[in-house]
């Protein structure tokens, strides 16, 4: 029977997502193992952008065109200039998960397991 499910396309389709999830993690563990988040000057914007796309979603609305999270509070148009949509799978696990660091390590393995299984899938393999 194992051989027969060796051979089988669910066994190479099972061990493809498994080496992938273990590529994503093995990927995006040294980000985190100090248990914090290096950031230049830009990522801790980005970061605090974050943040307030999080404050919004958790209270029901819609991200403001307008962020007073970062350069002193003085509002920037950040959610204006950048799209936002595509952040969605780092808020996602935020809405989800209280713990912020555990929430973005979880957004990073994500993007890192689409990316990869995105370059392995091929739709004109037969």
Same mark, same amino acid.
């Given at each position: 029977?194992? =051989?027969?499910?060796?051979?089988?396309?669910?066994?190479?389709?099972?061990?493809? =997502?498994?080496?992938?999830? $273990? =590529?994503?993690?093995?990927?995006?563990?040294?980000?985190?193992?100090?248990?914090?988040?290096?950031?230049?000057?830009?990522?801790?914007?980005?970061?605090?952008?974050?943040?307030?796309?999080?404050? #919004?979603?958790? #209270?029901?609305? #819609?991200?403001?065109?307008?962020?007073?999270?970062?350069?002193?509070?003085?509002?920037?148009?950040?959610? #204006?200039?950048?799209?936002?949509?595509? =952040? $969605?799978?780092?808020?996602?696990?935020?809405?989800? *998960?209280?713990?912020?660091?555990?929430?973005?390590?979880?957004?990073?393995?994500?993007?890192?397991?689409?990316?990869?299984?995105?370059?392995? *899938?091929?739709?004109?393999?037969?």
């Amino acid at each position: 029977m194992f =051989l027969k499910m060796k051979n089988s396309r669910y066994f190479k389709a099972t061990l493809t =997502l498994i080496i992938i999830s $273990l =590529l994503a993690l093995i990927s995006t563990y040294p980000a985190f193992s100090g248990h914090f988040f290096e950031l230049s000057n830009d990522g801790g914007v980005h970061l605090a952008r974050l943040e307030s796309l999080y404050q #919004a979603f958790n #209270a029901g609305r #819609a991200p403001s065109l307008i962020n007073f999270i970062g350069f002193n509070n003085q509002g920037v148009a950040m959610n #204006a200039m950048y799209p936002w949509i595509t =952040l $969605l799978i780092y808020i996602i696990p935020r809405l989800i *998960i209280d713990n912020p660091m555990l929430a973005l390590a979880i957004g990073f393995w994500l993007m890192n397991f689409f990316t990869m299984a995105n370059s392995i *899938i091929n739709p004109n393999r037969n």
